[in-house]
């Protein structure tokens, strides 16, 4: 079997993306495609995790887990997405670095379900917007205290990145941009659900509804419905990306960075680092990345 997990992470999809997949789910349990709530594995796995310690899960164990997931449903692939998969936002920075310990999970996930394919979905996020917003989620009163004087400029996905493909060899990993969301949405939703480009999903356009003032959200789909013929992908990449130019909330789109101590020019190196991670990361191998 396939097992896809969406691990996030934290301040990026906000369950976004398992809310609109189970928008299709008669369509996918068609399909042989699971998608059960996450309410039922996001505090299982982990404790699973922390039992195996490190282990491959036995027959017995895998048998509770399929039972647990999945009942009388026969299925071809298992989705999984909840960001505390990867960890609790309070471990997602801190004086080791930017998500210290995800490699230690991954491999765990994948020992819980040994003999099945498995691949890791991952939106990574610019570092400097990131730790902030983590850090504010799990309500650490002092930031500065909590990184334990680690440079800021540390705080870089390339490690993180280069300790899961070391940690889960013969696993697949899939990376975007969460600023590449809202164009490449579709193609996030068909890659998850592990489908072609050809099918049509609901939920497609769940991210522009957010982002784009009423009139912008009108005038594209009067945009789309009124063109000859389909587009293809990077035409309708750009014609989203004109949109979002145009027509998106700015309360929905710029990002405040409060961090004590990070100057204008810190915070700009550290989008120079974050975009050598990404074109580093996009071509290693054993790594997907989607782009617009």
């Known amino acids: 079997m396939d097992i896809a997990l969406h691990l996030g992470v934290h301040c990026t999809d906000d369950e976004r993306l398992l809310r609109a997949l189970l928008k299709n789910r008669s369509r996918l349990t068609e399909d042989g495609i699971a998608l059960p709530a996450s309410r039922t594995y996001r505090q299982m796995l982990p404790k699973l995790v922390r039992s195996l310690r490190g282990s491959p899960a036995g027959g017995d164990v ?3 887990v399929r039972d647990a997931l999945l009942g009388e449903t026969r299925a071809e692939r298992l989705i999984l997405s909840h960001e505390n ?10 004086p080791n670095g930017l998500y210290p310990y995800l490699h230690q999970r991954v491999a765990s996930y994948a020992n819980i379900f040994p003999g099945d394919d498995c691949t890791f979905f991952l939106a990574l996020k610019n570092p400097a917007v990131l730790v902030p917003e983590v850090l504010s989620r799990a309500v650490v009163s002092d930031r500065e205290a909590h990184l334990g004087g680690i440079d800021p400029l540390d705080l870089s996905w390339g490690p993180v990145i280069k300790r899961m493909l070391e940690a889960v060899p013969d696993a697949r ?6 600023e590449d969301t809202p164009i490449i949405w579709p193609e996030l939703l068909h890659a998850v659900a592990g489908l072609d480009g050809t099918a049509s999903l609901e939920g497609e356009d769940d991210i522009l509804t957010m982002l784009l003032s009423e009139e912008g959200l009108g005038a594209l789909r009067t945009h789309l419905a009124e063109a000859e013929g389909p587009f293809t992908q990077a035409e309708r990449h750009d014609i989203t990306a004109s949109f979002l130019e145009r027509y998106a909330r700015p309360e929905e789109m710029e990002a405040a960075i409060d961090m004590p101590g990070w100057s204008a020019a810190l915070v700009a190196e550290m989008a120079e680092i974050y975009d050598e991670d990404v074109a580093e990361a996009a071509d ?7 782009l617009p």
């Open 62 to 64: 895998q048998e509770m």
């Open 85 to 94: 998969l990867a960890c609790f936002p309070g471990n997602a920075a801190g």
């Open 173 to 178: 990993l899939v990376l975007w941009c969460n």
């Open 284 to 290: 290693l191998p054993g790594v997907s990345f989607l």
